[in-house]
């Protein structure tokens, strides 16, 4: 089987949050990137399929320079080989931008099956991997717990609200959206480091003429629905202080 | 026009469609709202929502809907799209919706806003706030592109018993949708749901919950104690049951239970939305956290920023005194 995973670079769950001086995008000088964490289940659930399967797994990611960095650690991790639409533009481009670069450099490739993550931590519109089987014109599937292969198709186990599932069976070439906890994640090892610097990452062009589909007016900190009342002080004195308030003015003890 | 898209699998109505409703009022100006309720067979949906103030129900069965697939729903939904020419569509951000909306709004190739959460302005002008970043950050977003407009709201950050109520029922009207039912890939079976969970945390009168901050499985023996302490059932966000150090059935969010207990308290939590749309509705909420930006804090009436593994034993110990 020739899998594709799409992967995303985003900030670090870690990461404080400081806006560019117009406040329509994060300070990028300020940030750490990792690999979107539902993505890295993706990953490891197409390096799964090729072990029983066989074939190859491609990473696809479109975004700036700074992507490399999680291409290189999803290859050591042991896929085959990667393609990286690169362009700065890409960075805090829409969804519909990002399916639309990413199907440009695919559509070629013919793959079998494509996984992403069921959605980004940054932007978060889980609308990418949907966006991208339709412009590919294979059929998708979201929020994928279980894949199986079998008769030259898929049955796969889609989660629905509230601790329901559900089958479902469709043919191949298709896209899954992948939820997290799917699999357990392995992690790159040294010899994988030291092979992925050798595999190929095929750079590839945005086509011309995306539109984005949306603009960021502003970006800012949320609103408190409610009043927080913030407790100070060791921890000794937070805890009595805490256990007092529930007590008397809560009533939640 | 705005057109909204209400949720309903076997005639059972999804109580966020009146959210969305209150929403499209809300986001209205002025503007006429019809409702489509969409299915096999759609029962008493359309004349629930017919006490909606609206101008129209609208119906569409056809077989080929049920059960639920992307391609019947986009097919049937760009049809009626073209013929009812709405200026917004709007849908419940349930994952129905995430998995046929971005297909749909690629293949009219219109603008598709989802997950927003507040409405600035009104109409086709609104400005319309959904969380970036885990909900670090909450964005100002503004379509861009060719109307209809296809905006997605979040579970409950819109009352459904704010929703106007009409004087009279609103009309209800059928609307064919034209679908072909050899064209739809997916072939689902039966929902189904794993072993019966064997706590109902809804019934909890309190609940201890932990998150990532915990660290590793062996440290739950802290949320334990305190848990005992309270008197509370022990509960997790996601990641904490992906890593299987809780079974599933003690995940509260979007993806496992949501409660609404006496009192809530989030241990070492950051309070991405899948897990606070599952515990918002707590009478009162507590938040133990390193991280003062931390999103929980943004629900929580009481707060402490500081390290759990301090803070939570000697709140153990605080209780055991009294």
Known sequence: ?253 | MILVVAEQREGKLNRASWEAVAAAQQLAGGMPIKILVLGGVTGSASTDLAAAAVTEVLVAEHAALEPYTPDAFVMALQGLIEQQQPKLVVFVHSYRTRDFAPMLAARIRKPLITDVTGIRGTGTDAVLMRPMFQGKLSAEVKPVGELPYLVSFQIGAFRADAAQRGAAAAPVSRVEPKLDGSAIRQKPEAPFQEAKAAVDLSQAERIVAVGRGIKSQENLGIAEKLARALGAELAASRPICDNGWLPMERQIGSSGQTVAPKLYVALGISGAIQHLVGMKGARTIVAINKDADAPIFEVADYGIVGDLFEIAPALTTELEKQ
């Open chain 1, 1 to 253: 089987m020739k899998i594709a995973v799409c992967i995303k670079q985003v900030p670090t769950r870690e990461w404080q949050p400081r806006l560019k001086d117009d406040k329509t995008w994060i300070r990028e000088q300020d940030v750490s990137y990792e690999m979107n964490e539902p993505d890295a289940y993706a990953l490891e659930e197409a390096l799964r399929l090729r072990e029983k399967h066989g074939g190859e797994v491609v990473v696809c990611s479109a975004g700036p320079a700074r992507v490399q960095q999680v291409i290189r650690e999803a290859l050591a991790r042991g896929a085959d080989r990667a393609i990286h639409v690169e362009a700065d533009s890409l960075g805090a481009a829409d969804s519909f931008v990002i399916a639309d670069a990413l199907a440009a450099a695919m559509a070629d490739e013919k793959f079998d099956l494509v996984l992403t993550g069921l959605q980004s931590d940054d932007q978060g519109h889980a609308s990418t991997g949907v966006v991208l089987a339709e412009r590919l014109g294979i059929p998708h599937s979201t929020i994928i717990m279980d894949v199986q292969v079998q008769d030259g198709g898929l049955r796969i186990k889609r989660e629905l609200e509230g601790g329901w599932f559900q089958w479902i069976t469709m043919p191949l070439p298709a896209l899954l959206t992948i939820q997290s906890g799917i699999n357990q994640l392995r992690y790159a090892t040294l010899k994988g480091i030291m092979a992925a610097k050798k595999k190929e990452i095929r750079k590839a062009a945005v086509p011309a003429g995306l539109q984005p589909t949306q603009q960021i007016v502003a970006l800012g900190l949320p609103t408190r629905s409610k009043q927080t009342q913030m407790i100070a002080g060791s921890a000794g004195e937070a805890a009595k202080e805490l256990v007092r308030r529930l007590r008397e003015e809560a009533r939640a003890l």
